[in-house]
């Protein structure tokens, strides 16, 4: 076959924005997931980052990874520096550049949840991605209130692990009635860059929250990034959805049968503890919630 | 055109007048009146500007910088705990060389609540990197917001207009509004060197080692050293066009005085009153007004009362465990300098909005005149114990 016609038929842009020469450990899950993103957005495109682990993955002054303009913000302004660079931007006539607020999931899920709040209310003409490690990476991996039950952090320790669910951030999303929320993989790309071509094309706040996994903070071996990323959707631990206008949900994955959760938790040594009761809990959970996210997308379909 | 603004106003009308493009503001007694007229030019179209009506006083200051980033000219205004929730992007936007300008009305720090002047808020950004000038009427506000823009796009610093709770924010005085055509001739539109631009992406804000960041606050400093020129040569500049004068600082009968009396703000205003009835009764004393408080003005401070007897500052504020806080910085201005160094009395007065009345500073003047220099750092005006 023709290189070039095998390319066409891809869907993934071909373009490299993002340099690989960057600071990201190896097999960093959010390196892979800004490095689609940029192929969808392009070279027209603004960024912030609040304080994260890609606030050093960037590289230091003067060098950075991303050849787009970037501003990096304090740790709970990420939502808000994007909507002033977007009112800037707007004020000046240049309505066509995209402006991305970039933020891991303590600086989205914790610190940063009011003025996220306050743009989405306003429905800010912005995106706003959450790449999800499931904990404070930067400071060296502390529990955020998107660690999922049982899992350890250095504020977790083993005798004492997280003993709350992970919060449901894109069902407060949601509750504000925004254009366009979604969940992604970096294990689905396709799938990723469909919904961030969506939200391109899409006027208002919109939201993606995108499953980047850490194996620096997840204690696994860092050629497992993307088949860690893939167990987690096909146990259902992070299913793979949109959410349109708040209230129309639609599931992107839904196959005939699930894998279980233990072939996801074994693989990471921050669930190592858990032991076979621990397990079922979790499927149990990951059940109840499959449900609940069925009902959603039967309620509004 | 004339007109009888309340200060609040005066400053909305800065805003319109300069041309700001985006406005993010939170309200707060007593600041809210500068919004809401702000919100209300916006949907007039008198000002054709940007309004984020954000949900805190940190994201109103984050989101000016955001704005001012890709070279827009922002504004935003606070007050007391406003100013202090917004602490960490006050750093930023000076870190960051963002010439924003903010109007903060001073107003007392709660626990209790107090919603009446002093200047705790905003000298707790004292070692922020932002120029700070305290307005003493309205008219004094509505330049100073244009002024403020005018230098800050030029040293890339921001610019903390400060104007009292109540005593000018509510207080109506009769205020000359320029035409934009006439400010247009002052102030030209803003125009960013170095700023966001998807031609010539950079980051902005990026690791600074221990190499490096130094050199950028070096730079900080550089610019402040400049500023201090920049405020008077373009002080001289304003009165050429608009008639009025400002500097860094203002003297009043301070010719052939043996007592200067230190002020800033409002208090300035009702001392010389007091200064006019001190020497009607023979006592030589004049007045000297702080206008700017960062970058401060040593040298004017140092030739306006070195060999002069004694100086009385009139503080509303205080630093804990230390002083007044112009009565501090006064103090530390002359430590080096040669010569006959006036006496330095330091009174706190007015704080929590308590009315500093010409009595009260005759009194001071009084216990100072007693004295042959004195006793401890901290006088109370007064304190009712
Ligand atoms: C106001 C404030 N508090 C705390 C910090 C320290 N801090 C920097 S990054 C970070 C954690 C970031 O976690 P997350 O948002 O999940 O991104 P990650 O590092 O995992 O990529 C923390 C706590 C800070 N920079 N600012
Ligand atoms: S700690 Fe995790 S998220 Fe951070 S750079 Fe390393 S792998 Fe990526
Ligand atoms: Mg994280």
């Not at chain 2, 932002?130 to 309205?138: E, K, L, R, T």
């Not at chain 2, 060999?307 to 009139?314: D, M, P």
């Amino acid at each position: 076959m023709v290189r070039g016609e095998t390319m066409s038929k891809l869907t993934i842009p071909q373009e490299e924005i993002m340099s690989s020469g960057h600071l990201g450990c190896q097999g960093c899950g959010a390196t892979i997931a800004m490095r689609y993103m940029l192929k969808v957005f392009g070279r027209k495109t603004m960024l912030t980052f609040p304080a994260c682990c890609w606030s050093v993955i960037d590289g230091p002054w003067p060098y950075s990874a991303v050849s787009v303009p970037l501003f990096h913000t304090a740790f709970e302004t990420a939502a808000i520096a994007a909507s002033g660079i977007r009112s800037g931007l707007d004020a000046l006539g240049k309505k066509d550049i995209n402006v991305i607020a970039w933020a891991g999931d303590g600086g989205t899920f914790d610190i940063g949840i009011q003025a996220i709040s306050g743009a989405a209310e306003r429905n800010d003409n912005i995106l706003y991605i959450v790449y999800d490690n499931e904990a404070y990476m930067n400071t060296g991996i502390q529990r955020s209130s998107a660690t999922p039950w049982g899992a350890w952090t250095t504020t977790t320790p083993v005798n004492n692990p997280k003993s709350r669910p992970k919060k449901d951030f894109v069902e407060i999303i949601a509750a504000h009635r925004v254009p366009y929320t979604a969940t992604a993989s970096i294990a689905y790309p396709e799938d990723f860059i469909k919904k961030l071509e969506k939200a391109k094309n899409t006027e208002g706040f919109k939201l993606i929250h995108v499953f980047a996994p850490c194996p620096t903070g997840w204690k696994m071996p860092p050629d497992l990034t993307v088949k860690i990323a893939r167990l987690a959707v096909q146990t259902r631990i992070f299913p793979v959805y949109e959410v349109e206008n708040g209230v129309s949900y639609k599931l992107n994955f839904n196959p005939k049968k699930f894998v279980p959760v233990d072939e996801y938790l074994k693989l990471q040594g921050r669930f190592r503890h858990l032991k076979e009761k621990d397990y079922r809990f979790i499927q149990e959970n990951v059940e109840y919630e499959w449900k609940f996210l069925n009902r959603k997308v039967e309620t509004f379909k | 055109m004339e007109k009888v603004v309340l200060g609040n106003h005066a400053v909305s009308y800065g805003v319109l007048v300069s041309r700001v493009q985006t406005i993010s503001a939170y309200p707060i007694t007593p600041q809210t009146l500068i919004v809401e007229r702000l919100s209300e030019m916006v949907a007039d179209g008198e000002l054709d500007a940007i309004f984020t009506k954000v949900e805190s006083e940190h994201s109103a200051l984050a989101s000016a910088i955001g704005s001012s980033s890709v070279g827009a000219r922002a504004f935003t205004a606070t007050s007391s705990q406003g100013l202090a929730l917004m602490h960490e992007m006050i750093h930023w936007a000076s870190g960051a060389r963002l010439p924003i300008v903010l109007a903060n009305v001073n107003r007392a720090m709660a626990p209790g609540w107090n919603i009446w002047t002093d200047q705790n808020d905003s000298l707790s950004c004292r070692d922020t990197g932002w120029m700070q000038i305290y307005c003493q009427n309205n008219q004094e506000v509505l330049d100073s917001i244009i002024m403020g823009y005018k230098v800050s796009e030029q040293v890339l610093l921001p610019t903390m207009v400060c104007l009292d709770a109540f005593v000018l924010s509510h207080t109506a005085e009769n205020v000359d509004i320029p035409e934009v055509k006439l400010v247009d001739k002052y102030l030209p539109p803003y125009k960013l060197e170095i700023k966001m631009d998807i031609d010539d992406p950079h980051s902005f804000g990026a690791l600074s080692s221990p190499e490096n960041y130094m050199e950028f606050r070096y730079k900080m400093q550089e610019a402040m050293d400049k500023a201090e020129d920049i405020i008077i040569k373009e002080g001289k500049e304003f009165e050429k066009i608009f008639g009025r004068k400002y500097g860094m600082v203002e003297e009043y009968r301070t010719e052939g005085a043996e007592i200067i009396l230190v002020a800033t703000a409002t208090i300035a205003s009702t001392a010389k009153a007091s200064i006019d009835s001190l020497r009607a009764k023979g006592i030589n004393i004049g007045l000297l007004r702080l206008r700017v408080f960062r970058p401060f003005p040593v040298k004017d401070v140092v030739r306006v009362l070195l060999n002069k007897k004694k100086a009385i500052v009139i503080d509303r504020n205080i630093s804990y465990g230390k002083s007044g806080i112009f009565f501090d910085e006064i103090k530390g201005a002359f430590y080096n300098i040669e010569g006959d160094k006036p006496k330095i009395f330091g009174y706190i007065a007015g704080l929590g909005g308590r009315d500093v009345t010409p009595e009260a500073i005759s009194d001071m003047v009084d216990d100072a005149m007693r004295k042959d220099k004195p006793e401890k750092d901290i006088i109370w005006s007064g304190v009712k114990l």
